[in-house]
């Protein structure tokens, strides 16, 4: 039987089938990793070694799945009072535990510091420490505090004690599953499935149950309460005919439920189902602006990029943050000055461009009135499509819009694929990737804006 | 490197000043239907009578969530900002009216004519006191003359100069303060500074008034200031009982001196209308107003719920007096801020920054809650070093009549397991269980006015009243319990709380964990009951993992709460809302 181990704590938060299938799954089934976890995973090891580079540390080393010698190598080391000990391992009965590193406190206490690729802290990787500080408490003398070490090498710190409750719950549903005290919590489709070893063995429950959750942004607990007032399939919530009479049964709030039934339509007639008025100035707007946000890190910003819709030829990307920019202020301040001669409405998709020329501010702080007034005319394709439009699929990012509108876009995966890669390799200086990415996310905005505008009914 | 700390204040200042206007505009690109759905427009209104003051407008349906001192215009609904600029005042709920008084601050403009049968619409207006803000941490930083205040702010002001003790041990005890009352009262009238902690229920506000009134008896000029005219009018009402004779001024409007006795204050409509008259005073002004006051110079600055106020508008404070005390909690709610923001300073307010820089005194009594109703507020937010009183450690709910196990008086604290599911922001199940709970105590005896229901969201708030209004029809309106969320009920305190999250969806709850979640505000819902608090709480909640480290740590308070708090089952009711 698999141990409970850090990355399952980790990743629970993202699905709560997902220890489950790890644990009693169909293990002929597991898929490999996608090209995306795939370059990421590669990223993440690169940026430990380069941290690890920069420390006085001593490596556990074992052969791969000889999880006893390694601990007994990482109690040999503790033993020695070594500093800093890389890559050690923790076991204990059911819970395995692979800290990237353990440190020797002032007060002579270990202490767990993971490394993380991304710029801000995050709660799995705070579970993830917690639990193999809890893992180490058990083994030497318990650590009060845990570390996460980001990206750019800054160490948050937290106090143990303060996340001690949240642990336990978490612990105590992987041992109810380990244990099968708790059945199989079924599939349920969220965004990051695309992504999951296990994606074909859920989607295939999905389909054969024709789950409600195969239609967009449905929550396990409202599927929970439709499953309550007799709305079990996807086809089921599609055919509510009485939102109101449903809204009682389930308790769900009625513009939910309506919400509901436009998506599961979407889905099953393969279609999207406009219901709603759009604003007027989004017919005219001529200008779009795209920008590369890296998801997982939230807020590391690269590329800020321009399109004029009745000139398409006229593309411009301005103000990379990336490292081989020599003068990242001042692409951006011509960025801002540029736009800020433009008029009228300025097309977006969501918050990254709003939060990108904000956070760009810390360049250039005098810059603010220009940044205010642009900002001041930015109008949101992705609120609007909301607003007027249930669509048959997930539309946080402009292409995955596109795609679940039905509209051609060129080389979707490829291009992600091309952009990722040069976000996380530090050696790669090929900015044309992204370029690729704003050029497509562009194009796709104002695919979807004309789309929009020719589906909703008039404001 | 970080930017120096003025130009770090006024980056934040602006930043939130183009998230309010970003809002706003997304708000007024809503259709009106949306606009009164979301909370943000009233419509269907017409004037009644007009006057000097502003309008009494007939209004036959109000859900909105203006709250008196909003500024708001008076229009056709349509092109918004060509309405008349209004201030909201109140709306009469028995007579179906809503007041609104002229903005005397905006450029005045009539009323947009509308056709014979069409109806008004009252729609939210941006206001805007950034510029005024802004200048004063420039003055700040910038004038030779606030020197002191600036070194000061940033942590090098020094504890031993010397200054006049206004009062003594004596007076402390005198007034019958407690030893840690006491101690903040000494350090208070004999040294420069001095920042007093004071949590839930431990005499803030009387400490605070102790205080003013020994500088006001050595013949002292005092400023209070705070970020809410209620924080203000709460502490200058405290004066006023202790010591009737002491001169005190609030500035503000008319519709600001709620609370407060009008034959023993004072009002003044403006700080530039306000003149020293010389000897002894008392003069209340919020910390928006405060910069109206520059180049006055009082004796001492007292600030009011300083864990409400950011540091920008301190700044605007901190110069206006020689001595500053500051009276909070770091602990409860923070300061209001919209934006997203990757400077910490942002979310920082001055009681932190105070506390963080010199230390702070803790009023470590608590003449609220009994002690059972301490203990988890004690340990979870206080280190255990909050206690209850003698005089209210015992004190309990006592309900005539055969009631649910659920009001018994033991235990003083329950959670009433929900069983809901689905639900974001409103159950009607959970809303029907509050109210029943509600009409139950007061049939029993308990004073509609010592019962109130704290629910994070208007929705499920509205639905409570709805129920309440339906269910105890010989109180009016105005009579009923209150119920609504935290943030009006900072500050105050009820025999019987019931807490109500209403939500029991762990992943729809994560699109506003920061609300959520927050610890600061769960401290402040835990901590309003004195005999008896009933948490309706969802187990499923336990599942949601906030993303944001702040959020997790109020999710697991909130473990820690189910964990802790013994457990009553409601009554059977069906699983859905």
């Given at each position: 039987?698999?141990p409970?181990?850090?990355?399952?704590?980790?990743?629970?938060?993202?699905?709560?089938?997902?220890?489950?299938?790890?644990?009693?799954?169909?293990r002929?089934?597991?898929?490999?990793?996608?090209?995306?976890?795939?370059?990421?995973?590669q990223?993440?090891?690169?940026?430990?070694?380069?941290?690890?580079?920069?420390?006085?540390?001593?490596s556990?080393?074992?052969?791969?799945g000889?999880?006893?010698v390694?601990?007994a190598?990482?109690?040999?080391?503790?033993?020695?009072?070594v500093?800093?000990?890389?890559n050690?391992?923790?076991?204990?009965?059911e819970?395995?535990?692979r800290?990237?590193?353990l440190?020797?406190?002032?007060?002579?206490?270990?202490?767990?510091?993971?490394i993380?690729?991304?710029?801000?802290?995050?709660?799995?990787?705070?579970?993830?420490?917690a639990?193999?500080?809890?893992?180490?408490?058990?083994?030497?003398?318990?650590?009060?505090?845990?570390?996460?070490?980001l990206?750019s090498?800054?160490?948050f710190?937290?106090?143990?004690?303060?996340?001690a409750?949240?642990?336990?719950?978490?612990?105590?549903?992987?041992?109810?599953?380990?244990?099968?005290?708790?059945?199989?919590?079924g599939?349920h489709r969220?965004?990051?499935?695309?992504?999951?070893?296990?994606?074909?063995?859920?989607m295939n429950?999905?389909?054969?149950?024709?789950?409600?959750?195969?239609a967009?942004?449905?929550?396990?607990?409202?599927?929970?309460?439709?499953?309550?007032?007799?709305?079990?399939?996807?086809?089921?919530?599609?055919a509510?005919?009485?939102?109101?009479?449903?809204?009682?049964?389930?308790?769900?709030a009625?513009?939910?439920?309506?919400?509901?039934v436009?998506r599961?339509?979407?889905?099953?007639?393969?279609?999207?189902?406009?219901?709603?008025?759009?604003?007027?100035?989004?017919?005219?707007?001529?200008?779009?602006?795209?920008?590369?946000?890296?998801e997982?890190?939230?807020?590391?910003?690269?590329?800020?990029?321009?399109?004029?819709?009745s000139?398409?030829?006229?593309?411009?990307?301005?103000?990379?943050r990336?490292?081989?920019?020599?003068?990242?202020?001042?692409?951006f301040?011509?960025?801002?000055?540029n736009?800020?001669?433009t008029?009228?409405?300025?097309?977006?998709?969501?918050?990254?461009?709003?939060?990108?020329?904000?956070?760009?501010?810390?360049?250039?702080?005098?810059l603010?009135?220009?940044?205010?007034?642009?900002?001041a005319?930015?109008?949101?394709?992705?609120?609007e499509?909301?607003?007027?439009?249930?669509?048959?699929?997930f539309?946080?990012?402009?292409?995955?819009?596109?795609?679940?509108?039905?509209?051609?876009?060129?080389?979707?995966?490829?291009?992600?694929l091309?952009?990722?890669?040069?976000l996380?390799?530090?050696?790669?200086?090929?900015?044309?990737?992204v370029?690729?990415?704003?050029?497509?996310?562009l194009?796709?905005?104002?695919?979807?804006?004309?789309f929009?505008?020719?589906?909703?009914?008039p404001? | 490197?970080?930017a120096?700390?003025?130009?770090?204040?006024?980056?934040?200042?602006?930043?939130?000043?183009?998230?309010?206007?970003?809002q706003?505009r997304?708000?007024?690109?809503?259709?009106l239907?949306?606009?009164?759905?979301?909370g943000?427009a009233?419509?269907?209104?017409?004037?009644?009578?007009?006057?000097?003051?502003g309008?009494?407008?007939?209004?036959p349906?109000f859900?909105?969530?203006?709250?008196?001192?909003?500024?708001?215009?008076l229009?056709?609904?349509?092109?918004?900002?060509a309405?008349?600029?209004?201030?909201?005042?109140?709306?009469?709920?028995?007579?179906?009216?809503?007041?609104?008084?002229?903005?005397?601050?905006?450029?005045p403009?009539?009323?947009?004519?509308?056709?014979a049968?069409?109806?008004?619409?009252?729609?939210?207006?941006?206001?805007?006191?950034?510029?005024?803000?802004?200048?004063?941490?420039?003055?700040?930083?910038?004038?030779?003359?606030?020197?002191?205040?600036?070194e000061?702010?940033?942590?090098?002001?020094?504890?031993?100069?010397?200054?006049?003790?206004?009062?003594?041990?004596?007076?402390?005890?005198?007034?019958?303060?407690?030893?840690?009352q006491?101690?903040?009262?000494?350090?208070?009238?004999?040294?420069?500074f001095?920042?007093?902690q004071g949590?839930?229920?431990?005499?803030k506000?009387?400490?605070?008034?102790?205080?003013?009134?020994?500088?006001v008896?050595?013949?002292?000029?005092?400023?209070?200031?705070?970020?809410?005219?209620?924080?203000?009018?709460?502490?200058?009402?405290?004066?006023?009982?202790?010591?009737?004779?002491?001169?005190?001024v609030?500035?503000?409007a008319?519709r600001?001196?709620?609370?407060?006795?009008?034959?023993?204050?004072?009002?003044?409509?403006?700080?530039?209308?306000?003149?020293?008259?010389?000897?002894?005073?008392?003069v209340?002004?919020?910390?928006?107003?405060?910069?109206?006051?520059?180049?006055?110079?009082?004796?001492?600055?007292?600030?009011?719920?300083a864990?409400?106020v950011?540091?920008?508008?301190?700044?605007?404070?901190l110069?206006l007096?020689?001595r500053?005390?500051c009276?909070g909690?770091?602990?409860q709610?923070?300061?209001?801020?919209?934006?997203?923001?990757r400077?910490p300073?942002?979310?920082?307010s001055?009681?932190?920054?105070?506390?963080?820089?010199?230390?702070?005194?803790?009023?470590?009594?608590t003449?609220?809650?009994?002690?059972?109703?301490?203990?988890f507020?004690?340990?979870?937010?206080?280190?255990?070093?909050?206690?209850?009183?003698?005089?209210?450690?015992?004190?309990?709910?006592?309900i005539?009549?055969?009631?649910?196990?659920i009001l018994?008086?033991?235990?003083?604290a329950?959670i009433?397991?929900?069983?809901?599911?689905?639900?974001?922001?409103?159950?009607?199940?959970?809303a029907?269980?509050?109210?029943?709970?509600?009409?139950?105590?007061?049939?029993?005896?308990?004073?509609?006015?010592?019962?109130?229901?704290?629910?994070?969201?208007?929705?499920?708030?509205?639905?409570?009243?709805?129920?309440?209004?339906?269910?105890?029809?010989?109180?009016?309106?105005e009579?009923?319990?209150?119920v609504?969320?935290?943030?009006?009920?900072?500050?105050?305190?009820?025999?019987?709380?019931?807490l109500?999250f209403?939500?029991?969806?762990?992943?729809?709850?994560?699109?506003?964990?920061?609300f959520?979640?927050?610890?600061n505000?769960?401290?402040?819902?835990?901590?309003?009951a004195?005999?008896?608090?009933?948490?309706?709480?969802?187990e499923?909640?336990?599942?949601?993992?906030?993303?944001?480290?702040?959020?997790?740590?109020?999710?697991?308070?909130?473990?820690?709460?189910?964990?802790?708090?013994?457990?009553?089952?409601?009554?059977?009711?069906?699983?859905?809302?």
């Amino acid at each position: 039987m698999r141990p409970i181990d850090g990355t399952r704590i980790k990743e629970s938060l993202t699905c709560e089938r997902l220890p489950w299938l790890d644990f009693h799954g169909p293990r002929d089934q597991v898929q490999q990793p996608t090209e995306r976890m795939r370059i990421l995973f590669q990223s993440g090891q690169r940026l430990e070694a380069r941290i690890l580079a920069g420390m006085d540390v001593e490596s556990v080393r074992f052969d791969p799945g000889q999880f006893d010698v390694g601990f007994a190598a990482t109690l040999d080391a503790m033993t020695r009072r070594v500093p800093a000990i890389a890559n050690g391992v923790l076991k204990l009965g059911e819970f395995l535990g692979r800290p990237d590193l353990l440190l020797l406190s002032e007060a002579g206490v270990y202490e767990v510091a993971d490394i993380k690729s991304t710029q801000k802290v995050h709660a799995a990787a705070m579970m993830q420490i917690a639990f193999y500080s809890r893992l180490l408490g058990q083994i030497a003398k318990p650590p009060r505090h845990g570390h996460v070490i980001l990206r750019s090498g800054e160490r948050f710190t937290f106090a143990l004690d303060e996340f001690a409750a949240s642990l336990e719950r978490l612990l105590g549903r992987m041992q109810s599953l380990r244990n099968r005290v708790d059945t199989d919590p079924g599939p349920h489709r969220v965004e990051a499935c695309v992504d999951c070893r296990w994606q074909a063995v859920c989607m295939n429950d999905l389909e054969v149950a024709d789950d409600p959750s195969l239609a967009p942004d449905l929550t396990r607990e409202q599927k929970g309460a439709l499953a309550s007032a007799g709305i079990t399939t996807l086809r089921a919530v599609a055919a509510i005919a009485d939102t109101r009479a449903v809204a009682d049964a389930s308790g769900l709030a009625h513009d939910l439920v309506t919400r509901f039934v436009r998506r599961a339509r979407a889905v099953t007639e393969g279609r999207p189902q406009f219901y709603g008025a759009v604003r007027p100035e989004l017919a005219s707007a001529d200008l779009a602006l795209a920008a590369l946000v890296d998801e997982r890190a939230k807020d590391a910003v690269v590329a800020v990029a321009g399109i004029v819709a009745s000139r398409p030829d006229r593309f411009r990307v301005r103000w990379m943050r990336a490292r081989e920019h020599a003068h990242p202020e001042q692409e951006f301040a011509e960025l801002v000055k540029n736009l800020a001669r433009t008029h009228g409405p300025l097309l977006i998709y969501g918050p990254s461009v709003r939060r990108a020329l904000e956070e760009a501010l810390d360049l250039d702080p005098s810059l603010a009135d220009a940044v205010e007034s642009v900002l001041a005319r930015t109008l949101d394709v992705r609120g609007e499509l909301r607003r007027a439009c249930a669509l048959p699929g997930f539309d946080r990012r402009p292409a995955d819009a596109v795609r679940a509108a039905g509209l051609a876009l060129v080389d979707h995966d490829a291009i992600d694929l091309d952009a990722l890669g040069y976000l996380e390799d530090d050696a790669r200086t090929d900015v044309d990737s992204v370029a690729r990415w704003l050029r497509r996310d562009l194009d796709a905005l104002l695919a979807l804006r004309s789309f929009v505008v020719a589906g909703a009914a008039p404001s | 490197m970080k930017a120096p700390l003025p130009e770090r204040l006024i980056a934040i200042l602006a930043r939130e000043r183009r998230a309010g206007a970003m809002q706003l505009r997304d708000v007024h690109a809503l259709s009106l239907e949306e606009r009164v759905e979301a909370g943000e427009a009233v419509k269907e209104l017409a004037v009644v009578s007009s006057g000097k003051d502003g309008y009494t407008l007939a209004c036959p349906e109000f859900v909105a969530r203006f709250r008196a001192g909003d500024t708001l215009y008076l229009g056709d609904g349509t092109a918004i900002d060509a309405g008349a600029a209004v201030v909201f005042r109140e709306y009469d709920p028995i007579r179906s009216l809503v007041l609104v008084d002229h903005d005397r601050f905006a450029a005045p403009r009539p009323l947009p004519a509308v056709g014979a049968g069409a109806k008004l619409v009252l729609d939210r207006r941006d206001a805007d006191f950034a510029d005024r803000t802004m200048a004063a941490v420039r003055a700040l930083f910038q004038s030779p003359t606030y020197a002191a205040a600036r070194e000061l702010l940033i942590g090098r002001a020094p504890r031993t100069q010397a200054v006049e003790c206004v009062a003594g041990p004596e007076r402390a005890r005198a007034l019958g303060l407690d030893a840690t009352q006491s101690e903040a009262f000494s350090a208070a009238c004999s040294q420069p500074f001095a920042f007093v902690q004071g949590p839930p229920g431990a005499g803030k506000t009387r400490l605070a008034a102790a205080v003013i009134g020994a500088f006001v008896a050595a013949g002292r000029r005092v400023l209070v200031t705070a970020f809410t005219h209620r924080a203000v009018n709460n502490v200058l009402e405290a004066v006023a009982r202790t010591d009737p004779s002491a001169p005190i001024v609030k500035i503000g409007a008319e519709r600001q001196f709620e609370g407060l006795d009008r034959t023993r204050v004072q009002s003044v409509p403006t700080a530039r209308a306000w003149r020293d008259q010389g000897g002894a005073c008392v003069v209340g002004v919020t910390t928006h107003a405060a910069p109206g006051l520059l180049g006055q110079q009082f004796d001492l600055a007292l600030v009011d719920e300083a864990g409400q106020v950011s540091l920008a508008h301190a700044c605007a404070v901190l110069p206006l007096a020689r001595r500053l005390v500051c009276v909070g909690d770091h602990l409860q709610l923070p300061p209001l801020v919209i934006a997203e923001h990757r400077d910490p300073l942002a979310r920082r307010s001055l009681f932190q920054h105070m506390h963080e820089l010199y230390g702070s005194f803790l009023l470590s009594s608590t003449y609220r809650m009994n002690a059972e109703l301490c203990e988890f507020p004690s340990r979870a937010f206080y280190g255990g070093r909050l206690v209850a009183a003698a005089q209210n450690a015992a004190q309990r709910l006592c309900i005539a009549g055969d009631v649910s196990p659920i009001l018994a008086p033991d235990p003083p604290a329950v959670i009433v397991p929900q069983h809901h599911r689905g639900a974001r922001v409103m159950s009607h199940a959970e809303a029907r269980l509050a109210a029943d709970l509600v009409i139950a105590a007061v049939r029993g005896g308990v004073a509609p006015t010592e019962v109130a229901v704290i629910a994070p969201h208007r929705a499920h708030g509205n639905r409570v009243r709805a129920l309440l209004r339906r269910g105890l029809p010989e109180l009016s309106a105005e009579l009923l319990p209150v119920v609504d969320t935290v943030e009006r009920l900072q500050g105050g305190e009820r025999d019987l709380i019931v807490l109500s999250f209403a939500a029991s969806d762990p992943q729809a709850v994560l699109g506003e964990a920061q609300f959520f979640f927050s610890p600061n505000r769960l401290n402040v819902s835990l901590t309003r009951a004195r005999k008896k608090l009933i948490v309706l709480l969802s187990e499923r909640l336990l599942d949601a993992y906030p993303d944001d480290p702040e959020s997790l740590r109020g999710s697991d308070l909130l473990r820690r709460l189910w964990s802790t708090l013994p457990r009553v089952e409601g009554p059977a009711s069906a699983a859905g809302a």
